[in-house]
């Protein structure tokens, strides 16, 4: 099924899901270029992000307060909007958590297979596995799954945003601050975000069958509305920080990994669980993301080579144009 830019409208269970537009009428049922694809689907993320980029150029408008409002309003109430709503079963949402374990996982050994192998030194591999392990499957993932894929990629994106997002709170930590024992201040940290939360919230409902009131639901689904929007202009201003580049050969080793081996990895593992059509496709693109914003935080607070950290957010973002694109097209044309 030819991937396609879909116009999304409020859902409800047992609603229709928001009507499809094509990338154009005469490809219906054939191969989609790459140049649509890139058009339709990947340009639109970049134009968005872009205008956070522009404001942050002429105004010098401080990302923290934008970035927090998203993290704690509107990503908890498109998180708790989406799985209260999902038709996905049970067994799937927790077989996609299971996935991005098994996928951090795997990244992890063949990261550090490649660290050692380029001899890296002990803080240089922390950011090295910081930069090709975190993927940014929140500001970027989200809308490139809503666009390419819909209502329906979103929901299974979601899932694995939430599964992630908690490997990246824990994990990210560990892995930045090395022999330091900061697993349990972590841990505490992410308890204190509330898209856990709202996430176990949807799904309770969701099995619950609970028929929330318009008071509640309405604002609920409007808030969750605006959150793919912030986090697209969220990224933009957090791209238009100034940066430098450094360790060429090993900032090309890392955005390798994170956008190219990963979704390899992600498409072999999905074989593995039995995940077919849609909730594959979205899984192999989201393990394709670049570099998460969030491992700049972490690599700062733990001072892991946070100028080369920053290098591979901004180089892996830049090149996921072309690798997103050819990803989109590969699983068009062979899933």
Known sequence: ??????????????????????????????????????????????LMAGAGAAVRAFRKISVEPISYVTLYIFSPCLAFHSLAN?????????KIGLFAVVLAMATYILSKVAARGMKLDRETTS?????????????????????????????RALVFFVAQFALAGTLAVFI?????????????????????????????????????????GGP???????????????????????????RPIVLVATCFIRLVVAGGIAYAVTLVFGFGDVTQKVLIVIASMP????????ATE???????????????TLASLFTLTMILSLIDRFL
């Open 127 to 155: 950011a090295f596995l910081l930069t090709s392990l975190f993927m940014n499957s929140g500001n970027y993932g989200l809308p490139v799954a809503l666009f390419a894929f819909g209502q329906e990629g979103l929901d």
């Open 220 to 246: 609920i689904r409007i808030l969750g509305n605006a959150a793919v929007p912030s986090m697209l202009i969220v990224l933009g201003l957090q791209l238009a920080e100034p940066f430098a580049l450094g």
């Open 302 to 316: 733990f001072r892991v080579r946070p100028n080369f950290v920053t290098s591979a957010v901004v180089v892996s």
């Open 291 to 298: 570099t998460a914003v969030l491992t700049i935080i972490v």
């Open 176 to 216: 930045a601050s090395s022999s330091q024992h900061s697993l349990k201040g972590s841990l505490i940290s992410v308890m204190r975000v509330p898209l856990i939360y709202a996430s176990v919230a949807g799904v309770g409902v969701n099995v619950l069958a609970i028929d929330l009131p318009l008071l509640v």
């Open 86 to 94: 999902t038709t996905l079963p049970g067994e799937e949402l927790v």
């Open 1 to 46: 099924m030819p991937l396609g830019f879909y116009l999304q409208t409020p859902t409800h269970r047992g609603d229709e899901r928001g009507s499809r537009v094509h990338l154009a009428p005469e490809y219906s049922g054939y191969d989609v270029p790459m140049l649509e694809i890139f058009i339709d689907v990947v340009l639109p993320v970049f």
